[in-house]
């Protein structure tokens, strides 16, 4: 109780008694003084404003209406008994929708919707906003002190129920989580910020569909896993076929390739044999007998002609070629 209040109810106390009983007549008096000195601490003190830390004020003039500029922490002045002050919380605030309820274990809270397909899903989600303090004259102008009921608690449910209709149950326990908690923030920011109030997180608590559904879905998902499986094994061996086949190919290209070698070196061998006829009697020479230093010629020669002889010509006339291996 203010300190005006107790010293105006102090003198008219006095007042009173003063009147009961003649004797003390003098009381009288000094209950005049007290209702007067208690009437005008009354005054001043409701001239005088404290905005807590943490807080934003609004002041209300019965002449002129809101102020449009919000009182910030500290003590302000106000017209006595022509202007009233209300505070607004500026902080940081939660608001909880889950099955235990803010108000008590009994009460669910929880959100129900349905999916894309229809199923039944229940979602707890916590919501983190403050209300913006340039925009708190705004707000009381437009929703006032109530504004968690009439706006954030109905503009939550909206948003998530319509969240959660974008998208198949399956998807929403298992990979769409995120993309529906993006989805839901970026629908209340929007109308939070035509409501003067500033979204600062949503989390999604816990995504609830009914044992039934869960069941089956869990079992889609381990048969398409099972697919997954055996297509990526058909293409670890489609990969594997295909490198046999590239490495057969190298092989046969590799086998080709010297074959061409080797025909390319036995056409110039012959062709270094037919220009040069004398090399074969100087190889079969070296293969009778590496000693022997004299050869004999065909049947229809008619000398005899010295291997150094020979070898001199043929180093003089014949560039060696490498020896071709026999049949």
């Known amino acids: 109780m203010p300190v005006g209040f107790i010293i105006l109810a102090l003198g008219v106390v006095l007042i009173i008694f003063s009147r009961q009983n003649a004797k003390q007549a003098p009381l009288a008096r ?12 009354t005054a001043l003190s409701s001239a005088f404003v404290v905005v807590p830390a ?17 009182l910030e922490e500290g003590y302000h002045f106000i017209l006595p008994g022509v202007e009233t002050a209300t505070l607004y919380d500026a902080r940081l605030q939660e608001m909880t929708l889950s099955k235990k309820g803010e108000d008590g274990p009994d009460l669910d809270e929880s959100i129900n919707a349905r999916s894309k397909e229809g199923l039944e899903i229940s979602a707890d989600v916590t919501v983190q906003f403050r209300v913006k303090r340039p925009e708190v ?11 968690i009921r009439t706006v954030i608690r109905p503009q939550i ?16 326990i298992s990979t769409q989580r995120t993309a529906l908690e993006a989805r839901v923030t970026e629908g209340l920011r929007s109308e939070f910020a035509k ?3 500033e979204l600062i997180t949503v989390l999604l608590r816990e995504l609830r569909i009914p044992d039934s559904v869960a069941k089956v879905i869990e079992e889609k998902q381990n048969a398409e896993q099972q697919v997954q499986i055996e297509q990526n094994r058909l293409q670890q061996a489609r990969i594997a076929a295909q490198r046999s086949v590239a490495e057969a190919q190298g092989q046969s290209q590799a086998a080709l390739a010297r074959a061409q070698g080797e025909s390319q070196a036995l056409r110039l061998r012959g062709q270094a044999l037919k220009s040069n006829p004398e090399i074969i009697q100087l190889t079969f020479a070296e293969k009778l007998a590496p000693t022997i230093q004299t050869i004999i010629l065909p049947s229809n020669g008619n000398f ?17 070629v490498a020896p071709v291996k026999k049949p």
């Open 157 to 172: 449910r909206s948003k998530v129920r319509d969240g959660i209709g974008q998208f198949n149950a399956a998807d929403l």
């Open 304 to 320: 005899l002609m010295g291997m150094d002889s020979l070898l001199k010509s043929r180093a003089a006339e014949v560039t060696p």
């Open 137 to 147: 004259p705004d707000l009381h102008r437009d929703f006032g002190p109530d504004y």
């Open 195 to 197: 409501s003067h109030i």
């Open 54 to 70: 943490g807080q934003a004020g609004v002041v209300f003039n019965v002449l002129s209406g809101v102020r449009n500029v919000s």
């Open 30 to 41: 000094v209950g005049v003084f007290t209702v007067v000195a208690g009437a005008i601490v």
